[in-house]
Nanobody
Framework: QVQLVESGGGLVQAGGSLRLSCVAS????????MGWFRQALGKEREFVAG????????LYADSVKGRFTISRNNAKNTVYLQMNSLKPEDTAIYYC??????????????????WGQGTQITVSS
């Protein structure tokens, strides 16, 4: 079992920055990949970024590449999502997720088997 708790959401103006954190507990954090997803109102949940167990490999959705950075600190059991140059279309609930059953970092929600409760990001224009 893995428990995930996100923090860092809020309201920000377009062009601003926010950093999300997700603290994991329950299993050895360095043994599984992590990802961030988001779900806007009326839309399906979509992949934002993923990071391998060691942190060496990271993946991004095209829509956030160059603006968002995923990182992890295995000593603190925490994964981060640094979001810069935020746009109104980034408004969504953001979820962190743990991928414990596969080694290769996935882009699909079905690749991940544990989820946090989500944190709201609202970007005003």
């Amino acid at each position: 079992q893995v428990q995930l708790v996100e923090s860092g959401g809020g309201l920000v103006q377009a062009g601003g920055s926010l950093r999300l954190s997700c603290v994991a507990s329950g299993r050895t954090f360095s043994s599984y990949a992590m990802g961030w997803f988001r779900q806007a109102l009326g839309k399906e949940r979509e992949f934002v970024a993923g990071i391998s167990r060691s942190g060496v490999t990271s993946l991004y959705a095209d829509s956030v590449k160059g603006r968002f950075t995923i990182s992890r600190n295995n000593a603190k059991n925490t994964v981060y999502l640094q979001m810069n140059s935020l746009k109104p279309e980034d408004t969504a609930i953001y979820y962190c997720a743990a991928q414990t059953l596969r080694v290769v970092v996935g882009r699909l929600a079905n690749d991940y088997d544990y989820w946090g409760q989500g944190t709201q990001i609202t970007v005003s224009s």
